[in-house]
């Protein structure tokens, strides 16, 4: 996966993640030491309960 956008927010900045060309998701994350530079390659993890359905219109789905 390949960082490619990273707005900054204090101590927090926001990715836009390349997943290998077939998706792309945005994570908001603190920043731990240094920003990840546009290009370089990362690994992520996350929790499922911290994931939210979204529609075709981008908006939340109810549960």
Known sequence: MDARHRPYLGGSAIY???I???TKIR???Q???TAVREGEKI???FDSADCVLL???GLRMAR
Do not use: L, M, P
């Open 20 to 22: 290998g060309g077939i």
């Open 16 to 18: 836009e993640i390349d």
């Open 55 to 57: 529609d075709e219109d």
């Open 43 to 45: 690994e992520i993890g």
């Open 27 to 29: 994570v908001n994350t």
């Open 31 to 33: 920043i731990n030491g």
